[in-house]
């Protein structure tokens, strides 16, 4: 008899329990892997961020005693001083354009920016200079009770925008009055001049020697109280009127509220190259700082200066130098020997007359020799780098400076001051990882370069 029951529904087998698990387990490895990368990948980008905007920009790159100069205060103002430097040189280029071939120099000048501008590590290096100077300048100002106000950063930036809200100043010319030395017959006996000697004012021969005669004499102002005293007559000290009218500031058109819009500008445009406001601000109160600093350290300084003033034959090699020496000694002229001889076409024929000059003006090889020479002495050869030289002492001697040579000696002696400030710390760190961190930005279009590098 035929079976016809209807056979029971058959189970899961174990082949299609095997091949479930293994699909489990692919699919979780699989799950994993993804998360681990993924896990991965976020730490990798955790790192970058925490490494670029924590650990980079607190690196330390330079300190004084407990001072730290960090990555995030070094960078900031390495662009901005490329930045201002940049903009010198597109001035530079601009003037040299307006005065044509006799505006070299400032092309010569727009070169020498963009070449510095072109090597990140020498900008570098000069900002974190400064930016240890300026620590240093911040610490002794604090011990001489030396501040800026935040008055005083903001007019220092109005100025430097032209922006007067009390007026245009209206300029005036105050004469400058050079004190020239009297020649003494000795001199005169060493120079044996038989014209007017370049480099000195128009002399008048008296008994006492030669006075320098004055070709112009400042006009002085009467003064703002009383009247000016006509010749020959006696100086009353009760004040009178003026005829002098006041001079009233002129009124600026750079309202307060353009020069707001000016300063806005600036901030916007300086911050898209990675310069915040804090930055600048802060570069005005440091140069402010240094001023006073300066005027402090130079207060005790008098407007004169040991000098000397010396003439010397420039020759290629030593024996040629002990050659035009031997001639000097066996009487010959000096004047003669150095238009002869001297390879200085600046002064040759003028004796070789270098005039009357102090410390820090030549090269320090020329310099100790000349100081080191009496009145009417001459060197043995002195080698520097530009040949062997011959050098006479006309004259050692104390003398006036006017205005300008005052404030250069003024700014050397700061200079000097600041470098045996700096040399005698121990605690002063520079680490060498600045370099790695110099920025090179913003950098010098191609069209800058091809300007300033294609004009000659």
């Keep these: 008899m035929a079976n016809n ?19 489990r387990r692919e699919t979780r490895a699989i799950l994993i892997a993804t998360l681990s990368i993924g896990a991965i990948v976020v730490g990798l980008l955790a790192y ?53 071939s006799y505006g070299s120099s400032f092309l010569t000048t727009a ?51 032209e922006f007067y809200p ?82 009233t500031p002129t009124p600026t058109v750079f309202t307060t509220k353009v020069y707001g819009g000016v300063l806005k500008d600036y901030y916007q445009n300086v911050s898209t190259y990675g310069v915040p406001r804090d930055v600048v601000e802060r570069s005005f109160r440091t140069q402010l700082l240094r001023e006073k600093l300066l ?12 000098q000397v003033w010396a003439r010397h034959i420039l020759v290629a090699t030593e024996d040629e130098a002990k050659s035009v020496l031997e001639a000097l000694n066996a009487g010959e002229d000096w004047n003669t020997l150095a238009a002869t001889y001297s390879t200085d ?26 100081f080191a020479l009496k009145e009417g002495e001459i060197s043995e050869p002195v080698k520097t780098d530009f040949g062997y030289h011959i050098i006479q002492c006309v004259g050692h001697a104390v003398n006036p400076l006017d205005a300008s040579a005052f404030a ?24 060498d990882r600045w370099v790695e961190f110099t920025p090179s930005t913003p950098a010098v279009t191609s069209t800058l370069y091809n300007a300033i590098f294609g004009a000659q």
């Design 48 to 100: 970058v961020l925490v490494d670029n905007y924590i650990v980079k920009p607190s690196t330390v790159v330079a300190s004084v005693g407990e001072k730290k100069i960090t990555v995030r205060e070094f960078q900031p103002v390495v662009k901005f001083t490329r930045l201002n430097m940049l903009n010198q040189a597109s001035n530079y280029y601009y003037y040299y354009q307006m005065f044509g």
């Design 295 to 306: 005027e402090a350290v130079t207060a005790d300084l008098k407007p004169e200066q040991e």
């Design 408 to 431: 250069t000696l003024k700014q050397t002696t700061f200079t000097n001051w600041l470098s045996a400030l700096r040399t005698s710390r121990n605690d002063i760190v520079i680490d």
């Design 166 to 247: 009390e007026g245009t100043p209206t300029p005036t010319i105050t004469p400058t009055i050079v004190n020239t030395p009297t020649l003494s017959l000795s001199q005169i006996a060493i120079i044996q001049p038989t014209d007017t000697p370049t480099a000195l004012p128009t002399a008048t021969s008296t008994p006492d020697g030669w006075v320098p005669t004055n070709t112009a004499t400042p006009t002085l102002e009467p003064s703002a109280t009383s009247e000016p005293v006509p010749a020959g007559s006696t100086a009353t000290s009760v004040p009178t009127e003026t005829k002098v009218p006041t001079i």
């Design 5 to 23: 029951r209807i056979p029971e529904k058959q189970g899961v087998t174990k082949k299609h329990l095997a091949k479930q698990e293994r699909e």
């Design 345 to 370: 076409t600046s002064n040759k024929d003028n004796g070789g007359d270098l005039g009357w000059f102090g410390r820090g003006t030549m090269v320090q090889a020329f310099e100790d020799a000349a």
């Design 111 to 161: 070169q020498d920016l963009v070449t510095s501008l072109n090597s990140p590590a020498v900008i570098g290096e000069q900002v974190l200079n400064t930016m240890v100077e300026d620590i240093l300048i911040e610490e002794e100002a604090a011990k001489r009770g030396i501040t800026v106000s935040d008055e005083e950063v903001a007019l220092a930036m109005q100025e430097a925008f």
